[in-house]
């Protein structure tokens, strides 16, 4: 058959489970990475403005931001190869399980993943050795890295119980700043609440933003109000919520990641070379 003919076979085997994981995937790396980056950006801006003028007291937390900002480089280049490593890795076991079950096994590429994948024919037939085909070399070589999808559960696994930590960690800052906003929403409104206007503040010290000997440390009435209304501190809010649905986002495509490699490592055991768990 010709090149056209094979390819249209082949992606009889492609895997739309890992196809859409993939894309949400790196979607949510993207908006994680983008939007953390620049909140971060934005909240040292804001307290080196208006709860501290001495760099000594917030120079820890430079440290930190630009630690984090480091942090979301490595995260972008990982994920990013990570997860081309495994849309290749799904199309080649979900091609293996789909020539299991249909009309994939007649392919060029099926075969070669039979041979890698499920423990299938090695290249002899009833006339002895047989010149192997160029395009089933190559889908043999790529099934010896990619055919192994015990290994790509285990650490998708290890990945997702690290982004677990990664997603809790996003949702500190959102509290934090939704926890400054209903302060001003309630110095905007003071009919709302029975406590002075003087005595509502946002207190950075408190959440161990800065230390306690920091001054002033914190923004009450409507000096704290001002800042609200400020586009940095709008946006910055905005983009630490970004950066928590692009987590959750990643989040999700981890776990569709594991239920489809799952299931692939399931069938080619059970079925592909009948052996147990």
Not at 72 to 82: Q, V
Not at 144 to 165: A, N
């Amino acid at each position: 058959i010709g090149l056209l003919e094979c390819c249209a076979r082949c992606l009889i085997g492609a895997p739309f489970a890992s196809l859409v994981a993939t894309g949400l995937c790196f979607f949510g790396v993207a908006l994680f990475c983008g939007c953390g980056h620049e909140a971060l950006t934005g909240t040292e801006q804001l307290i080196e403005t208006y709860f501290s003028k001495n760099y000594q007291d917030y120079e820890f937390l430079i440290d930190v931001i630009h630690g984090f900002q480091y942090f979301i480089y490595g995260t972008a280049a990982f994920f990013f190869l990570y997860g081309a490593l495994l849309l290749a890795e799904g199309f080649y076991t979900t091609g293996a399980v789909r020539q299991i079950f249909g009309d994939y096994r007649t392919t060029i590429c099926g075969k070669g993943l039979s041979a890698t994948v499920t423990g299938g024919p090695k290249g002899r037939g009833a006339r002895g050795p047989q010149r192997a085909h160029s395009w089933q070399r190559v889908c043999h070589c790529l099934g010896k890295w990619l055919g192994h999808p015990d290994k790509f559960v285990g650490i998708t696994y290890v990945l997702t119980i690290i982004w677990l930590l990664v997603f809790a960690c996003s949702a500190v800052p959102v509290y934090i700043y939704f926890n400054t906003w209903t302060t001003c929403q309630s110095i905007g409104n003071p009919t709302k609440t029975s406590a002075s206007i003087g005595t509502l503040c946002a207190d950075a010290r408190m959440y161990g933003i800065l230390p306690w000997n920091a001054f002033p440390g914190k923004v009450c009435g409507s000096n704290l109000l001002s800042i609200c209304k400020t586009s940095e501190f709008q946006m910055t809010f905005h983009l630490f919520i970004a950066a928590f649905v692009g987590a959750a986002a990643t989040l999700v495509s981890l776990v569709t990641f594991i239920i489809a490699t799952t299931y692939n490592f399931a069938v080619l055991r059970l079925m592909g070379r009948g052996t147990k768990f």
